[in-house]
């Protein structure tokens, strides 16, 4: 089992407002004082602003839940890492399922985002996973590395390991029907191998994540795989109890908890 603090990631997506999202910054800010395991929180990006204000100089980060793939031009209603970067972000979402299937996104520009943040100084959070129809064939393991294969071919092995990679299974996604804990354990240790075949380094030391309706009830079966490192909350970031009550439970999971 890998003893690195796992990695809890709050995606609250088009939710949220100043009020709502300071209550939850500062509740999370003191109810994890004395954890090991490592938080951060994406909003909006009007939001981004107000979370560097109450995160600057804590051990919680903050990041974008998309990014255009150029640094800067005429691209209306696009956000450039480079801005990303200046109001204080660690980590940027990149290929979510709702926009990959929004038509947003494709394996091909997953690569180039991924190369840009990375340039930029930004922990690229690539998320991966099959649909249905794709589940229900079989064919998850085809998926994944059809995703994977050309952001591998766009930045090389060993920058992949300078970001993590989420696998949300789009079935999983906001359904309340979370993978069961032995197939993303089966997905990720996949994923793992797959990546092991080019580098063991980077293969040992990438933080993998399983996102798609972790709650408080299904997250320490789930945190308890020996290759999932953490994981990307959607709807249960949305109540602050149960985002905190995750964060204590991969906190356990860290085997690493301070108690001073
Ligand atoms: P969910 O969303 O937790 O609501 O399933 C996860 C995600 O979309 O990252």
Known sequence: ???????????????????????????????????????????????????????????????????SRF????????????????????????????RRQRGHDNDETCGERFETALKAGLTPILCIGETLEEYERGETDLVVVRQLNPVIAHVGIEALSRGVIAYEPVWAIGTGKAATPQHAQAILSFIRGHIGLLNEQVSANIDLLYGGSVNPSNAAQLLSMPDINGSLIGSASLVIEDFIRICQIANEYTGLRTTA
């Open 1 to 67: 089992m890998k003893n690195r603090p796992k990695l809890v990631i709050a995606n609250r997506k088009m939710h949220g407002n100043l009020p709502d999202n300071r209550h939850f910054m500062q509740s999370l800010l003191l109810q994890t004082q004395q954890h090991s395991a490592r938080y951060a929180i994406c909003p909006p990006h009007p939001y981004l602003y107000q979370a560097q204000q109450i995160l600057q100089n804590s051990r919680i980060a903050w990041g974008g839940q998309n990014m």
């Open 71 to 98: 640094e800067q031009g005429a691209y209306t209603g696009s956000v450039s890492p480079l801005m990303l970067k200046e109001f204080g972000c660690t980590y940027v979402i990149i290929g979510h399922s709702e």
